[in-house]
């Protein structure tokens, strides 16, 4: 089993900032790739950001320049530093990782932007 925990999310006001977090445990097998995905109401769900095991990033154009993704391999821990946040960037904020064995999912976090 692998469990995927994840926090930081939250109400901010436009052009505020919040940083989300996920920790992975469980039966964890080499870590390939880690990321964030959102979903907003009545939306699919989208990619927001992802990072490999080698730390390359890759960014849905519309969150470029304003969020950063990072990982702590030692921790299993991938972050999602959110900056100059927008009423559209609301949504259930997910991660997601991909290891050797599966591809696991967390149970979302809010992400609300407004004044």
């Known amino acids: 089993q692998v469990q995927l925990v994840e926090s930081g999310g939250g109400l901010v006001q436009p052009g505020g900032s919040l940083r989300l977090s996920c920790a992975a445990s469980?039966?964890?097998?080499?870590?390939?790739?880690m990321g964030w995905y959102r979903q907003a109401p009545g939306k699919q769900r989208e990619l927001v950001a992802t990072?490999?095991?080698?730390?390359?990033?890759n960014y849905a154009d519309s969150v470029k320049g304003r969020f950063t993704i990072s990982r702590d391999n030692a921790k299993n821990t991938v972050y999602l530093q959110m900056n100059s946040l927008k009423p559209e960037d609301t949504a259930v904020y997910y991660c997601?990782?991909?290891?050797?064995?599966?591809?696991?999912w967390g149970q979302g976090t809010q992400v609300t932007v407004s004044s």
């Open positions: 990072i490999s095991s080698s730390s390359n990033t």
């Open positions: 997601n990782v991909i290891d050797f064995k599966g591809n696991y």
């Open positions: 469980g039966s964890i097998f080499r870590i390939v790739a």
